[in-house]
C-alpha cells in the first residue's frame, strides 16, 4: 500500500469511528446491538479468524466507550460487561496480527474498571501484556503501545494490580538481562 493509499484508509477510518461515535449517542442499545452481533459472528477461535474481521470487532468495542451520557448504565451492566468478560476469556490475545493484539490491549485499557474484582482476568491481561504478544514483541509499535497499555491498565486498577507489582517488575527486569 502507497502513502496515499494509506492515508485514504486512515481518513475513512476515522470519519467511520466518527459516525459510530456519533450514532452510539444517540442510539446506545442499537450500536451494542450491532457490537454484539459482529463479535458473535466472528470465526472461532479468535485467535485464527481473519485479522481485520477481529480488529474492526475490538475497534467497535473499544469506541462504544466513547457513546456519551447514556453510557454509563450501557457499559457497567447487563449486555457489555458479559461481552468484555466473553472477550477476556476468549483466545483473541493469541492472535498473530499485532493490530489486533493492539486493539485488544487498548480495549483492556478502557474498561479495566471489570478487572477491579476479577484477580485472575487481571493477572492474565497484565501476563499477555508483559509477553510475547504485547512488549516482547517484534513489531516496534505493538510494544511501545502495550507498555503504555500495560501502564493504564495497572494504574487504573490499583488497589487490585498492587498484587501484580513484583511480578510485573521482575519480568521487566527480566526483558533487559
Excluded at 470465526?43 to 481485520?52: H, K, M, V
Amino acid at each position: 500500500m502507497d502513502d496515499e493509499e494509506e492515508s485514504a484508509e486512515e481518513t475513512l477510518k476515522h470519519n467511520l469511528r466518527k459516525s459510530f461515535v456519533n450514532i452510539a449517542r444517540v442510539y446506545p442499545s442499537l450500536c451494542l446491538d450491532l457490537v454484539t452481533s459482529v463479535l458473535c459472528l466472528l470465526p472461532q477461535p479468535l485467535s485464527s479468524a481473519p485479522f481485520p474481521d477481529v480488529e474492526v470487532a475490538l475497534r467497535l468495542v473499544y469506541h462504544f466507550g466513547e457513546c456519551g451520557p447514556a453510557k454509563h448504565t450501557q457499559l457497567k451492566e447487563g449486555t457489555f460487561p458479559a461481552l468484555l468478560l466473553a472477550l477476556h476469556e476468549s483466545d483473541v490475545d493469541q492472535h498473530a496480527h499485532w493490530a489486533v493484539c493492539l486493539a485488544y490491549y487498548e480495549v483492556c485499557a478502557r474498561y479495566s474498571w471489570i478487572f477491579q474484582d476479577r484477580p485472575n482476568l487481571l493477572e492474565k491481561v497484565v501476563g499477555d501484556m508483559l509477553g510475547n504478544a504485547g512488549i516482547r514483541n517484534n513489531h516496534p509499535t505493538l510494544r511501545a503501545r502495550a507498555a503504555y497499555q500495560l501502564f493504564k491498565t495497572v494504574e487504573s486498577t490499583i488497589p487490585a494490580s498492587v498484587a501484580l507489582l513484583a511480578p510485573i517488575v521482575r519480568s521487566l527486569q527480566g526483558r533487559h538481562h
